[in-house]
């Protein structure tokens, strides 16, 4: 079965996803971020989603973990829940 590893943000506005995107283009750590402004319980692993199989996610966010590439950050993703930025680090 298909899986993958990847963090991620999760914030209200998309302003302020474009704000951390900023941030980390110059080059602040993601583990920090997602600790101190994501609204995801992942925030306390650095914004760790760990093992992900499809169907367990929101269908936008998969989207990106199952088809974009690796160590890159994606985003603002908008969902139901608000903006994510995402990083895939593994996908097999």
């Known amino acids: 079965m298909r899986s993958a590893m990847a963090k991620h943000i999760l914030v209200k506005t998309k302003a302020e996803a474009e704000a951390l995107k900023e941030r980390l283009a ?52 908008k969902t139901q829940f608000g903006y994510h930025l995402v990083v895939v680090y593994f996908r097999n």
Do not use: T, W
């Open 26 to 77: 110059n080059g602040e750590p993601f583990a920090r971020l997602a600790r101190r402004f994501s609204m995801c319980p992942s925030r306390k692993r650095d914004g760790d989603l760990g093992e992900i199989y499809p169907g367990q996610l929101v269908r936008p966010i998969e989207q990106v973990i199952f088809k974009k590439a690796l160590l890159q950050v994606h985003g603002p993703i």
